[in-house]
């Protein structure tokens, strides 16, 4: 009692007693609140972060965090809370992810696009393969439209269709790298000329379904009355065909001259990853395979299984066969710059496989047609037998020609 009459006597007089009891049980009350064991704590906490901090300059002093860290992260994981709640990590794309494959008529085309459809499924990429035939010059307008469709196709991309080449630098858009496949331009003529008019061994797309307006004289026509009487069909502009799915979509790109074989060249030289040949198909396929792994990976096998050449054959002409050597001279005139076009890739390719280091099975060839090398090593001397020396030359001009 006394000390609660001390601590009242130094208020005022009028101050209750009953109110100086109650200051003093508060003051209790928070001494009684505070946790006894709270600077033991507080201690243990700064000394954790100070121990903390050391061993993170240590770490940073010595190059990195001990190798007992390094195993104990590895056997936990790496995982974090993003990684798991986070979004989607994205998808890494392979190099080049847009390839367009311009594919030139009667050049295998149809046995690749085949291949890549089975490929396609097998490495999940995108296979666009237009239905488009018969439109390979585009307007401006139709360039930019296509241009714009291509570039929105999920990567990675193939697109293929018969049209010739477009400059998408030229409209600002980035360029997707090129490959395509030629031939012997005059086989390549033999065979879409009989295609035309008599299909291939599908029954479902027979030469009636093909080209139902043609009319019996023009599907019947001799092919060595074609070229020897100079009939449309069968010279310059319309066998002009190869060099402008090179050159491009400029008009002067469609009249067969030197101005189209030089831009034919140099864009093959520049925008084409790989140009083949037709004559060296599996070699092409292994190329493809060594420069386009992700799209082409195991290419070569799926081709040369049986499965796949029970639909391969049926792609093959019907009712072809060979002209008279004097017709394949004539051809063969008219298609100066298609065969120096030819001969033109057909060196590159063969350049690219000496730089791979491929062993090809097939000999580096002259640059002429058999059929006239074997005509300029004959003597002027006449055989015994007309008729054998004609059947010889036929044979020679077959041989030249290679079947589809």
Request: proline share 7%; net charge neutral.
């Amino acid at each position: 009692m006394k000390s609660l009459g001390s601590c009242c006597s130094s208020r005022a007089a009028a101050e209750p007693l009953e109110a100086c009891r109650e200051r003093r049980a508060g003051r209790g009350a928070v001494w009684a609140a505070w946790p006894r064991g709270a600077p033991r704590d507080l201690a243990f906490c700064m000394a954790a972060l100070l121990l903390f901090c050391l061993g993170s300059l240590f770490i940073q002093l010595n190059g990195g965090p001990p190798k007992v860290l390094l195993e104990l992260r590895n056997y936990l994981g790496e995982s974090t809370y993003m990684d798991d709640h986070g979004p989607p990590v994205p998808k890494v794309l392979p190099f080049p992810s847009q390839v367009i494959y311009n594919r030139v008529g009667k050049c295998g085309s149809r046995t690749v696009v085949l291949l890549l459809r089975i490929l396609a499924e097998k490495h999940q990429f995108n296979l666009v393969s237009s239905d488009i035939h018969n439109k390979t010059r585009l307007t401006k307008h139709e360039q930019v439209d296509l241009m714009r469709n291509i570039s929105t196709i999920p990567q990675p991309f193939l697109y293929t269709r018969h049209v010739h080449f477009l400059n998408f630098t030229r409209f600002r858009i980035e360029q997707p790298v090129y490959i395509n496949i030629i031939r012997d331009p005059i086989n390549r003529f033999l065979s879409n000329y009989f295609f035309r008019r008599f299909g291939d061994w599908r029954g479902e797309q027979n030469h009636l379904i093909r080209t139902p307006r043609m009319k019996d004289d023009e599907r019947y026509l001799d092919i060595n009355v074609c070229i020897l009487e100079n009939y449309p069909e069968c010279s310059n502009p319309r066998i002009f065909y190869i060099v402008p799915y090179f050159c491009g979509q400029h008009p002067q790109c469609r009249e067969p001259g030197v101005w189209a074989l030089e831009r034919a060249k140099q864009n093959v030289l520049e925008n084409f990853l790989l140009v083949g040949i037709l004559e060296e198909l599996e070699d092409v396929l292994l190329l493809l395979e060594r420069l386009l792994p992700h799209y082409f990976s195991d290419v070569l096998s799926i081709y040369k299984s049986p499965a796949f050449w029970k639909v391969g054959n049926l792609t093959g002409t019907v009712k072809k066969h060979t002209p008279t050597l004097e017709a394949l001279q004539v051809l063969y005139r008219r298609m100066k710059y298609e065969y120096d076009f030819y001969n033109f890739v057909r060196d590159q390719f063969h350049l690219i496989k000496r730089k791979i280091g491929l062993k090809s099975s097939h000999p580096s060839l002259s640059h002429e047609p058999t059929f006239l090398r074997e005509l300029s090593l004959r003597t002027p001397d006449p055989l015994e037998d007309e008729d054998e020396e004609e059947e010889e030359a036929l044979d020679d001009a077959n041989n030249w020609l290679v079947q589809p």
